[in-house]
């Protein structure tokens, strides 16, 4: 079975195919053919955010994909600055009405802080009014799950104390050199899926040559190992690319990563970003 048609079961029932097409970089312009070709060649997960500008275009990829609206599983993301219930309501139907689609699979928080103020100040109050939203447009039918990104354990206390829906998704920075075994573990104990975002730790890990030497004793791709890793750890994974040759290798992953090699991967610690360091998902914090 190609892991293309493997799914994970969310809490409220619903399945998220494992491995899902990222789109941060995807130019509104380049988008609808990125999506196209995805699924053509069979994924059927594919990741968006208010923030990356490609809603438009992803959505027109997903409504000219020849296939079944109701066998895609599309994602996007309430923009981090937003943390007013009336805001959020207005811009939730934004996405839809950008999208061109009548429902999301899976809406997130983007993070539970504006970008300009990553891990900084107390928003515990603005994201329960943007879950709020969230939760009533998840009960009017226009989002299947709703979740968050970037939260921490104490941000999602914040939610599962307060909130109604207990968080179906958790999407977080996971790679061979960043993973949170912790958040995970928690993650995990509230029935909350974390998805794997930058797997391939937005193209530094290429650099890395111990991975290089791992993956070659599998006769696979550093991209292929770092993706193969994060499904192992349970996690959905969301490599970017708009390359179809790229698309294919990435799920092409059928093989397995030894317990002494997933060790050596978890204990890995490699989080130096390049030029991309000045993004907030990517300061350490
Ligand atoms: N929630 C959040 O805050 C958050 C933050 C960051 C990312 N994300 C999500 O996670 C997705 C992935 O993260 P990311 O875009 O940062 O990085 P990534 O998927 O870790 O890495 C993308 C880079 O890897 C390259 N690549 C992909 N497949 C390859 C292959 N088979 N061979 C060689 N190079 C390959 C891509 O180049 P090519 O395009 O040339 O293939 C691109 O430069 C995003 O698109 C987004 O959907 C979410």
Redesign the pocket.
């Known amino acids: 079975m190609s892991i293309l048609t493997e799914t994970y079961s969310l809490s409220n029932g619903v399945n998220i195919p494992k491995l899902g097409l ?5 130019d509104d312009a380049e988008a609808a053919a990125a999506v196209r070709a995805a699924v053509e060649i069979g994924y059927r997960n594919i ?3 208010q923030a ?1 500008g490609n809603e438009r275009g992803v959505g027109e990829g997903v409504r000219t994909a020849g296939v079944r609206r109701e066998d895609l599983f599309v994602s996007t ?1 309430l923009a981090a600055e937003i943390k007013d219930h009336d805001t959020a309501v207005a811009e939730i139907d934004g996405s839809l009405a950008k999208l061109g689609l009548d429902y999301v699979d899976l809406m ?1 928080i ?2 539970p802080q504006p970008w300009d103020d990553f891990r900084g100040g107390d928003y515990a109050e603005g994201n329960l009014e943007a879950w709020r939203a969230l939760e009533e447009a998840h009960r009017a039918g226009k989002i299947r799950s709703i979740g968050v ?2 939260f921490l354990q104490s941000d999602v206390e914040n939610i599962l104390a307060r909130g109604t829906v207990v968080p179906h998704v958790n ?3 996971v ?1 061979a050199g960043n993973t949170p075994s912790e958040l995970i573990a928690y993650c995990d104990s509230k029935d909350i899926v974390v998805e794997s ?7 530094e ?2 650099k890395n040559r111990d991975v290089a030497a791992l993956a070659a004793n599998y006769d696979v ?4 190992l ?1 993706i193969r890793y994060t499904l192992q750890l349970g996690t959905v994974s ?6 179809p ?2 698309m294919r ?2 799920a092409s992953v059928d093989f397995v990563i030894s317990d002494a090699d997933m060790k050596a991967l978890r204990d890995l610690d490699e989080r130096d970003y390049g030029d ?1 360091s000045a993004f907030p ?1 990517y300061s350490g914090k």
């Open positions: 990222g789109t941060w970089f995807i990741d968006t955010a990356y993301k997130l983007h993070s990104s970037n999407q977080i920075l790679h975002y930058s797997p391939i730790a937005h193209g890990i290429l791709s550093v991209p292929q770092c969301l490599p970017k690319t708009a390359n040759d790229h290798s990435n991309s998902v």
